[in-house]
């Protein structure tokens, strides 16, 4: 089967993040080196819908969502929807959380422009794809032109 994804610098990130999505010592320790100094999580999403976070309430959230859905078998499966230039990409994420259910989200993640932190992710309703493609377009178009 050959990988028909799209492929850039975010989306590589966006994998290596997910390949260690679970792994209590990255949450505790290796996350932060990931995200740039001025992160930035915005939730777009309709009914959950939180306020922004830096990166030191998206990582304590983040790791309490870890700490719960881990007691339940929690897995996820990533998709990556399209990417722009080196530093933009979008996914969909199925997070399966064994009793508790499924939940499934869009988002789109900027890299800084040296390729190596995240700056923003942001955050969409599975069935608000056309919006986080617009937002993808918009980033890229405003910050990179």
Partial sequence: MIDQEPRNAASELIRLTFERFQDRDFWEHEIRNILAPNFVRRDRRKLIGMPDANADEWIAAQFEYERVAGRFGSW??????????????????????????????????????????????????????????????????????
């Fill in 76 to 145: 996820h499966d990533l998709e990556i929807v399209a990417v722009r230039g080196d530093r933009y990409a979008a996914a969909r994420v199925l997070n399966r959380l064994g009793d508790l259910g499924e939940n499934e989200l869009v988002f789109v993640e900027q890299l800084d422009a040296d390729l190596e932190r995240v700056e923003l992710i942001s955050l969409f309703d599975p069935d608000d794809i056309d919006e986080a493609i617009a937002e993808l377009d918009r980033l890229h178009t405003e910050i990179d032109d």
